[in-house]
């Protein structure tokens, strides 16, 4: 006799979790039921994923959930597993990306997280003194205030640009920050510097990721400008000191 596909009163639900709870299973069973989540299909993955959809949850269940996440980051995974994720998360392609920004439109957010949107998007991280408060889209990472002699006040993104807007000042060459975003299809394309007296883009980079290099091949190919990409030693050569 099977119990697959059987509705259970909320009653005999509740009697066969505590029932699971003091049970112990064997390895192999371990294995089994392991094995058995692994090979889900994507139709079955996406059915378990939709019933749990705004399925309300005691606070005390959400404290459980969180603490065994939690647990699970600090204990189970190695500083092996945690590179890949990160190196999974740097390379994914526009198209994922794409729909992973569909799946949160809707989601319901607390007003702390809305909050911290709101500040990230309004330039908050380059500081209320600065002029380009409230004026910079996106900065979701610490900015450099910087006043040039040539420039005026700028806001710059890295540590790097800083130092080579630096270097163009003390050679007296003109730059300009971020002058012109370029639309590249599908994405968009935004080189760091602008040499005027010498009709190029410069663009800083330290670690060059897939998705960087495939949007400075198609910016060559769409656009006549001359770019040159500088890394840490093309830096060091001009004398920077990184």
């Known amino acids: 006799m099977t119990m697959r596909g059987k509705k259970h009163s909320e009653e005999t639900k509740r009697k066969m979790s505590e029932l699971r709870k003091g049970y112990k299973f064997s390895k192999e069973s371990k294995i089994k039921m392991s094995n058995s989540q692994k090979n889900r299909s994507t139709e079955?993955?996406?059915k378990i994923s939709n019933a749990h959809k705004n399925k309300p949850r005691s606070q005390e269940t959400k404290k459980k959930i969180s603490d065994s996440l939690r647990g699970r980051k600090r204990n189970k995974?190695?500083?092996?597993?945690?590179?890949?994720?990160?190196?999974?998360?740097r390379y994914r392609s526009l198209e994922t990306r794409k729909k992973m920004s569909n799946s949160q439109k809707g989601v319901p957010k607390s007003k702390e997280t809305r909050k911290k949107m709101s500040?990230?998007?309004l330039g908050k991280y380059c500081g209320k003194n600065s002029p380009l408060y409230g004026k910079l889209p996106f900065p979701h990472h610490k900015r450099y205030y910087?006043?040039?002699p040539l420039q005026g006040q700028v806001c710059l993104r890295?540590?790097?640009?800083?130092?080579?807007?630096?270097?163009?000042?003390e050679n007296k060459i003109l730059w300009m920050y971020e002058m012109e975003t370029f639309d590249l299809g599908d994405t968009t394309y935004t080189p760091d510097f602008f040499l005027p007296q010498f009709e190029k883009f410069i663009e800083i980079k330290g670690y060059m990721t897939t998705k960087a290099q495939e949007k400075i091949n198609m910016?060559?190919?769409?656009?006549?400008?001359?770019l040159e990409v500088l890394r840490k030693k093309d830096l060091i050569k001009l004398g920077i000191n990184l």
């Open 119 to 121: 500040d990230a998007r």
């Open 158 to 169: 890295y540590s790097w640009e800083l130092k080579y807007a630096k270097y163009l000042d």
């Open 77 to 89: 995974i190695s500083e092996e597993t945690r590179k890949k994720m990160s190196e999974s998360q």
């Open 44 to 46: 079955t993955r996406l």
């Open 146 to 148: 910087y006043e040039s």
């Open 219 to 226: 910016f060559l190919e769409q656009y006549p400008w001359d």
